[in-house]
């Protein structure tokens, strides 16, 4: 993926492990070098709604830093290509806020920037909008699993 591109879900999958119903992320609306912008269309549909506050259904928390954590390990990925093939793992969060509640029919609107890298450490400033209002936040740290990687 060229800086500056969207990037779509069948794309997504290319780099992502995760499948229905833990993908939570549906599109990349941009990129560059130390930023990435995803989506992730809030439905009805979700499994999660039918015992998450059933009458007045509500994107659980957890769920929304892990649509965060992936949106970030799309960014790695395509920071780090060769590594594509290697599994990205969520080490901690930091600083995790939750401002808003988000309900089904939104569009949860995940920004993530990197503070600081090191080789296949990532640590990151997440946010995310729901209708352009901060509904969470947090700082993030992955890292690619290079133990099995050949050198030369």
């Known amino acids: 993926m060229e800086q500056g591109m969207t990037m779509d879900i069948s794309e997504i999958l290319r780099h992502l492990p995760h499948r229905y119903p833990f993908l939570l992320l549906d599109r990349i609306l941009e ?3 130390d930023e990435i912008v995803g989506l992730k269309n809030v439905s009805i549909n979700e499994p999660f709604f039918q015992g998450h ?3 007045e259904p ?3 928390g957890v769920l929304i830093i892990e649509a965060l954590a992936q949106t970030g ?3 790695a990925f395509t920071l780090i290509p060769h590594l594509k093939d290697h ?4 080490m901690s969060m930091d600083k995790v806020r939750f401002r808003k509640p988000v309900r089904p029919g939104d569009q949860l609107v995940m920004k993530l ?3 600081k890298r090191r080789g296949p450490l990532f640590k990151m400033k997440g946010e ?3 209708d352009g209002q901060l509904v969470a936040e947090a700082e993030l740290m992955a890292t690619l699993d290079i133990k099995n990687e050949k050198e030369g």
């Open 31 to 33: 990129r560059t070098s």
């Open 53 to 55: 506050f059933p009458g």
């Open 58 to 60: 509500i994107m659980p």
């Open 73 to 75: 390990g799309v960014l």
């Open 87 to 90: 599994p990205i793992y969520f």
């Open 113 to 115: 920037r990197i503070l």
């Open 128 to 130: 995310a909008f729901v």
